[in-house]
């Protein structure tokens, strides 16, 4: 209980601080709609256009991942990266070579993965139920894409078995 009152009080304030300065320094601008922040100017436009269609497509969604949690998205080229805490996720090539339907598929796997993970640290004793609650969320994902037509290739990648690293 004191490590997650620890985490929550002064480490994730300490590193939104440091992160958004670290962002600031190396020149990057970022786009922000509520609380989704995204950085790296090499992408924000189709960022942009991704929240306007998200709101088209499912505007209660849109609503939570503009009002109601608190997500930070930033561009790492090679590796797509995500935190639970403190609920920041690179997007890579693999996401923005799908344009605007791999940034939303990103946005949603991450809506869909901080409302399953409402606390942001996992002891090892709740590791075992929170694979299972990724797994679910993977499939939610996918099942999301798949209603609203996007590219089965994209749709596929969250529907295969992953256990995936909590």
């Known amino acids: 209980m004191k490590v997650r009152l620890l985490i929550a009080y002064i480490y994730a304030p300490l590193f939104w601080s440091m992160f958004c300065i670290l962002q600031r320094l190396m020149g990057h601008s970022r786009f922000r709609v509520g609380t989704l922040t995204f950085w790296k100017p090499e992408f924000l436009s189709t960022c942009r256009a991704s929240v306007e269609r998200l709101h088209s497509l499912d505007p209660e969604l849109h609503e939570r991942v503009t009002e109601r949690e608190r997500l930070c998205f930033y ?30 598929s990103r946005l949603v796997y991450a809506a869909f993965l901080a409302n399953a993970f409402p606390r942001q640290v996992i002891t090892a004793a709740e590791r075992p139920a929170a694979r299972a609650s990724h797994r679910d969320v993977m499939t939610r994902t996918g099942a999301w894409l798949a209603a609203r037509s996007f590219p089965e290739p994209l749709v596929a990648c969250f529907q295969e078995n992953i256990s995936g690293n909590i």
């Open 75 to 104: 561009y790492s080229g090679k590796r797509s990266e995500q935190a639970l805490f403190p609920r920041s996720s690179s997007i890579s090539d693999a996401y923005t070579d799908w344009h605007s339907d791999g940034i939303i």
